[in-house]
């Protein structure tokens, strides 16, 4: 069991250079690259013969090898091979290029599979340089691994054939109760079946089995994290504090939305429990006017608020927003970030100290510092589109469990977002505010760019102003076509608007010059502001009225629709253009999905529907691996399967403490560690 966990290079046949290769897809020992999953596999279960082969396209062939021709060995170091084969029906030829090895091994009168293109008319078929493998011991079901840079498919099965034979029952992580209940063969049974499926029915049931191991774990992982905020103390604040000088401030009225968030979150913070509360709610539909509410209620309860945004610009911005909500009612909020000077950080650090100062925004990075509070109780996070679970565990732990409110601009199906924040309550935002009308969103051709700019000018021409979104920085040769904002920006410059003030901003400029950039757009000293995607947690310009998207074909639809949501923030009415060359036919039908509507939700029950969940969970965040994503999104049966799973377990050990769950609760935590931190332990 031991080989398992010991460096990959200590596998027989991995050597130090594969071995790096290896770690780049953070492949760190034979158990990590068991959970390499196929991406697909090779169907060798139904050969065709050569004269039904479609041409062109790879398939199997079953066939016998005839005889052997004389190896070629041509001047320009190209060695023939040349063999005839059999399929039952027909003689064909087969062709190796310099593959003696090959070749040589090919025995004449055995069977073999040719998996490969058929070429040839209807006299002489033939195949040239078809993967070759035995019947009697080839893998009907052949795996295909993940692309990856000097690692093929071969190299892959050969190393995790190895790996495999380390398994041990011992392994195991799933009770057997809960096996037998839900029908799920053995971990070393999946495994196996993952990898060398002796047919589609042990194949189904090694995903089924892995796929519902891996939702058991993440919801298990969750739900402990759910019970444990649960069981802490907190900060009760006081039914009777009232928010009616806030609400009069206000320079608008509230939508019912907001209204019954601010309810349901001032009511969390008088439980003797930490809230642990998502605020979920579309671009633009006011999430910092609840913010400031509760930030409001907590100061008037003696306690310090901090928020934390993803980016310096945008903890600025909130710095802004929250001092036009709250100033009219006398309380300050500080700013802290990457720039704030030593001597000022030290001042404002020596005001949280002694509580002079109740409400902080700031970036993560900076508050999760050594910042000593006065009295914290209430952590506000803005993750914009990025979760994970891992650092909001590890926000927890910050100053005496504080109330948590996790702000997210993302929505997310219904089903995903009771995974993925399992460990929250949920209350959406699911109501813009009055007088905004909905963003009409066009997808056009490199053609239609022309006509474009026409329309972007006299919208620039009557005082608005518009974004346009590259993907990249700079010219790469690979990303030739890709509208690079630098080189963009500068022909836009010189030519289609040299008479309008033409900015630009991408994610390699340094934060200051950023926020420079963006207050000169929020000021209207810029006109058309060229940009990368760092745009997307962007400022809030309601004079901004056009968004036009190059390569729209590159993005998924979430970040499709936060682009599009810098836009329509103003009572003006505001156009999206989405310009892609794609003749994908998927790409399309994504794009006119943004064409159709404006609701988030509803954009992200298409994406589930097109894409899987895998832009849900942002694989990075806490590296599920693909299989999961796949079964799942084709098997949403699963997902409620696991969840009672997970709660009937949990119902009766709550923290996996019994011994029958000790590898279960093990499994739980390499899932959540993978990050490194978590607040599980
Ligand atoms: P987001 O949910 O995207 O963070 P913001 O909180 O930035 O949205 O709000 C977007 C804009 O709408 C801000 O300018 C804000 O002042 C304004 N706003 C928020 N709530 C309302 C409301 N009820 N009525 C009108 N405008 C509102
Ligand atoms: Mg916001």
Redesign the pocket.
């Known amino acids: 069991m031991n080989e398992l966990y010991q460096p990959i290079e200590t596998l027989s046949g991995v050597g130090e250079k594969r071995a790096a290769k290896y770690h780049k897809l953070g492949i760190h020992t034979p158990f990590d690259l068991l959970y390499h999953f196929p991406r697909t596999y090779i169907d060798f279960t139904h050969p065709v013969s050569v004269m039904d082969a479609e041409m062109g396209v790879n398939c199997a062939v079953k066939c016998r090898i005839i005889r052997k021709m004389p190896e070629v060995h041509a001047k320009n170091r190209l060695s023939i091979f040349t063999m005839i084969a059999n399929d039952g029906e027909t003689d064909f030829t087969i062709t190796l290029y310099n593959n003696p090895y090959t070749f040589r091994a090919v025995q004449v009168g055995e069977t073999y599979f040719a998996y490969g293109k058929v070429q040839g008319g209807w006299t002489r078929r033939e195949m040239r340089a078809p993967q070759l493998q035995k019947a009697e011991t080839a893998l009907l079901l052949q795996p295909v691994y993940p692309q990856s840079v000097g690692l093929t498919s071969a190299m892959m099965r050969t190393n995790i054939q190895k790996a495999l034979s380390y398994l041990e029952d011992a392994m195991e992580t799933l009770p057997t109760a809960l096996m037998e209940e839900y029908r799920l063969i053995s971990l070393q049974k999946a495994l196996q079946g993952i990898h060398r499926p002796a047919g589609i029915e042990d194949l189904e049931a090694a995903r089924r089995r892995l796929a519902f191991e891996e939702l058991l774990l993440f919801q298990l992982g969750t739900l402990m994290l759910r019970h444990r905020s649960r069981t802490q103390t907190a900060y009760a604040m006081s039914p009777q504090t009232s928010l009616d000088d806030f609400f009069c401030a206000l320079?608008?009225?509230?939508?019912g939305a907001?209204q019954r968030a601010i309810a349901a979150i001032t009511k969390d913070l008088c439980t003797e429990v930490p809230m642990n509360r998502l605020l979920q709610?579309?671009?633009?539909?006011?999430?910092?006017?609840v913010a400031a509410a509760a930030a409001a209620f907590a100061a008037k309860n003696g306690f310090q608020t901090v928020l934390m945004a993803p980016t310096e610009i945008l903890a600025r911005q909130h710095l802004q927003?929250m001092t036009?909500f709250l100033s009219p009612i006398g309380m300050e909020a500080v700013l802290l970030t990457g720039s704030t000077k030593a001597k000022e950080k030290r001042e404002i650090k020596k005001k949280i100290a002694d509580g002079t100062v109740r409400i902080v925004i700031g970036t993560h990075a900076v508050i999760q510092q050594d910042i000593t509070f006065f009295k914290l109780g209430l952590v506000i996070t803005d993750e914009q589109h990025r979760f994970g679970v891992s650092q909001r565990a590890a926000l927890a732990e910050k100053g005496g469990h504080p109330h948590k409110l996790v702000?997210s601009?993302t929505p997310i199906p219904r089903t995903l977002a009771l995974i993925i924040y399992g460990d929250l309550d949920i209350t959406l935002?699911d109501e813009l505010?009055?007088?905004r009308l909905p963003i009409q969103t066009f997808a056009v051709t490199g053609g239609y760019r022309e006509r474009a700019y026409g329309f972007i000018k006299e919208h620039l021409d009557a005082g608005e102003q518009a974004y346009l979104v590259c993907s990249m920085i700079e010219d790469s040769e690979q990303m030739e076509h890709l509208q690079a904002a630098e080189s963009y920006a500068e022909k836009l410059k010189s030519g289609a608007f040299a008479d309008y003030r033409v900015g630009l901003l991408h994610g390699k400029m340094k934060p200051q010059d950023k926020d420079a950039v963006m207050e000169q757009m929020k000021r209207h000293e810029i006109d058309l502001l060229v940009c990368t995607t760092v745009v997307e947690v962007g400022v809030?310009v309601?004079n901004a009225t056009i968004v036009l998207i190059e390569d729209a074909d590159r993005f998924g639809l979430a970040q499709l629709h936060q682009l599009r949501?810098r836009v329509g923030?103003g009572s003006l009415q505001s156009y999206c253009i989405l310009v892609t060359e794609s003749k994908n036919e998927e790409a399309r039908e994504r794009l006119k999905i943004m064409s159709r509507t404006v609701n988030g939700f509803t954009i992200a029950e298409e994406d589930l529907r097109m894409r899987g969940p895998g832009d849900f969970f942002g694989s990075a965040q806490h590296g599920m691996p693909p299989l999961m994503q796949a079964a799942f999104s084709s098997n949403m049966p699963l997902v409620s399967e696991t969840q009672d799973a997970a709660r009937k377990i949990l119902e009766r050990d709550s923290q996996l403490s019994e011994k029958h769950h000790a590898s279960l609760r093990l499994a739980v935590l390499r899932l959540f560690r993978k990050n490194g931190e978590n607040g599980l332990n």
Do not use: I, N, W
Request: no cysteine; charged share 20%; glycine share 18%.
């Open positions: 320079p608008f009225s509230l939508t907001q709610g579309d671009v633009g539909s006011g999430k910092t006017a927003t036009d702000m601009a935002l505010p009055k007088g809030d309601p949501g923030r």
